[in-house]
């Protein structure tokens, strides 16, 4: 471990080779504090010090649990390990965590602390005990087992291009190639295989809604919806600003996102752009190939983020000397990515199913992001602390994606390819934000409608889909897989609601991104020191701490649309 770079935060409360294996081995240290007089501020914050040390020793072996079996959803033991955690030693703790949050929060000596250190994190503590009650224990410990049977389910997932066997992320990569035919037929067979598992992930998604219904309903609360944005301390925006997002989206995106499409169209030379043309490139031009395995990957991002600021740089290769990249794609192992944090030795995990693609490198560099985030933050003198924003936490992430285009020469030698890369990333901005509003307004839907049947989900779902689809598109054809086309993210499975952040972070992102072009040094610090805050300050803080605007207005939306088309213009150009 590269310990002149990042430090283990130390146990003073724990012993050293203290492992999590049982409730046994924990119960003893909870009814310490449990049962520990309070009488002064110093007391009290010796308490808190402690709690949160057992907090971040339980948390990072959770965490290297649910890694391990990501990394391999056939090893049955690993599978075995994280469940036997889920199921047997979370349910423990879940009550008497509550019984401390009630401890800290009714205590007088509470009343003394800083109210500026510790606002924040005391409006966490207040919130969880809004949200806890004893019949939700078992349910939410049956919810972690099964959101993670989706990542099961479609790491199996493989077809055949080709005569040879491709994970269905490896396979996207032929949807660039400038064969129409193969890229059409690979999009079948990518829907085909999709569909096989439609039923199994169905039926699953329904266990998940019902589950998370009555989560609610135990709590309080008339649906889900209402329980998750209090959950994720939405504290700082409504569903009315989800929604207004949404129409913002529809009146000042789509328009932007229209004009690509039929840029798109005639750069192909095509009569009508069909779904397996979106990422293909123009006959005569090859797919962009920056890399060709992981390692090669993870050392041109390194490479990338020394030029841009050392420290970044530095944070990845201690991951690498500390084996926590997990980066290429392969059979059995879960879909998507994710920069996992470690909370007590502070370095995280990053993972995700690199294929060689332009993908991979956004990817890279937005997980990248996070991690930073994770050291910055790390220091912190509570776990609580770190706990920031999740729109801030992807703040950190896609600013980064922009910070580094300058850079992505060590991806791209030769200049062409380069504007390419770059043209291709701005585009995926706007492009993205149709995706995002589409994700979000369907779990709106799905959340104020429990009990809905399967048709009514799929109705609602190709009504909505359509209302962020250009008109430039056609989709003739493709509407049976199109109707579950929701099952491919995986966010509706594992971590619901969570898809708006996208959206709120990357029109913070591109304000960074505005700062960064009229000063790169002003903008870096004021990253830097946004990220080192961790979770002390609100959302809308944070922002101001980033020289940012916390704004969904579609004015604000528009001038930012405009500002990204502006340089994509001088980029083409």
């Not at 449990?34 to 402690?50: A, C, F, G, N």
């Not at 994190?121 to 224990?137: A, T």
């Not at 920031?388 to 020469?409: G, I, K, L, Q, R």
């Not at 980033?546 to 528009?558: E, T």
Request: charged content about 25%.
């Amino acid at each position: 471990m590269s310990t002149s770079f990042i430090k283990k935060t130390p146990r003073n409360y724990l012993p050293e080779s203290f492992t999590v294996d049982s409730w046994e081995t924990l119960a003893p240290y909870f009814e310490e504090l449990e049962s520990r007089p309070l009488s002064t501020v110093l007391e009290l914050e010796k308490w808190l010090k402690d709690a949160s040390e057992l907090e971040a020793v339980i948390s990072e072996e959770a965490s290297w649990r649910q890694i391990r079996m990501t990394c391999d959803t056939e090893d049955p033991a690993l599978t075995s390990s994280f469940e036997f955690f889920m199921k047997k030693i979370q349910p423990m703790i879940q009550p008497v965590a509550d019984r401390l949050n009630r401890k800290l929060i009714d205590s007088p000596i509470t009343q003394q602390l800083d109210t500026n250190k510790y606002f924040t994190y005391l409006r966490n503590i207040r919130k969880n005990i809004e949200l806890f009650h004893e019949s939700n224990v078992p349910i939410q410990s049956e919810l972690n087992v099964a959101q993670q049977e989706y990542g099961i389910i479609a790491g199996k997932m493989s077809i055949e291009v080709n005569g040879q066997e491709y994970t269905l992320q490896q396979a996207s990569k032929f949807l660039e190639d400038p064969d129409q035919s193969l890229r059409e037929s690979v999009y079948h067979k990518i829907a085909a295989r999709r569909a096989q598992d439609r039923d199994k992930l169905e039926t699953l998604f329904e266990l998940l809604l019902d589950k998370r219904q009555q989560l609610a309903i135990n709590a309080g609360f008339t649906d889900y919806r209402a329980y998750r944005f209090a959950e994720l301390g939405r504290f700082d925006y409504t569903p009315k600003d989800c929604e207004l997002f949404h129409e913002a989206v529809r009146e000042q995106v789509m328009p932007l996102v229209n004009e690509l499409l039929e840029a798109k169209r005639k750069e192909l030379g095509v009569d009508r752009l069909r779904p397996w043309d979106l990422e293909a490139e123009p006959i005569g031009t090859k797919p962009l190939r920056p890399f060709e395995k992981g390692n090669e990957l993870i050392d041109k991002t390194i490479r990338c983020l020394e030029k841009l600021d050392p420290y970044f740089s530095n944070c990845i290769s201690t991951m690498l000397e500390m084996g926590r990249l997990d980066v290429e794609s392969r059979k059995g192992k879960a879909p998507g990515g994710y920069n996992c944090p470690l909370a007590e030795t502070g370095a995280p995990f990053i993972f995700m199913n690199a294929a060689g693609t332009l993908d991979d490198i956004t990817t890279m560099v937005h997980e990248s992001g996070h991690a930073v985030h994770s050291f910055l933050s790390h220091p912190l003198e509570l776990n609580g602390f770190k706990e920031y924003p999740t729109e801030m936490a992807e703040v950190a992430s896609m600013s980064m994606e922009f910070f580094t285009m300058d850079h992505w020469d060590n991806f791209f030698s030769d200049a062409a390819e380069l504007k390419r890369a770059k043209q291709q990333q701005l585009e995926r901005v706007i492009i993205l934000f149709p995706w995002i509003a589409t994700i979000d307004a369907f779990q709106h839907w799905l959340y104020l409608n429990p009990g809905h049947s399967r048709s009514d989900r799929e109705t609602a779902w190709v009504r909505i889909l359509r209302d962020y689809t250009s008109p430039v598109l056609d989709i003739s054809g493709t509407e049976t897989y199109r109707s579950f086309l929701w099952q491919r993210q995986l966010h509706l499975f594992e971590v619901p609601f969570y898809y708006i952040e996208y959206g709120i972070a990357q029109l913070g992102a591109i304000g960074m991104w505005q700062q960064y072009q009229k000063n790169p040094k002003e903008a870096l610090d004021h990253y830097r020191t946004a990220l080192q805050a961790g979770g002390t300050r609100t959302l809308p803080e944070l922002f101001k701490l980033a020289g940012l605007k916390f704004d969904l207005s579609p004015d604000h939306i528009g001038n930012l649309m405009r500002f990204v088309k502006a340089e994509l213009e001088k980029i083409s150009h």
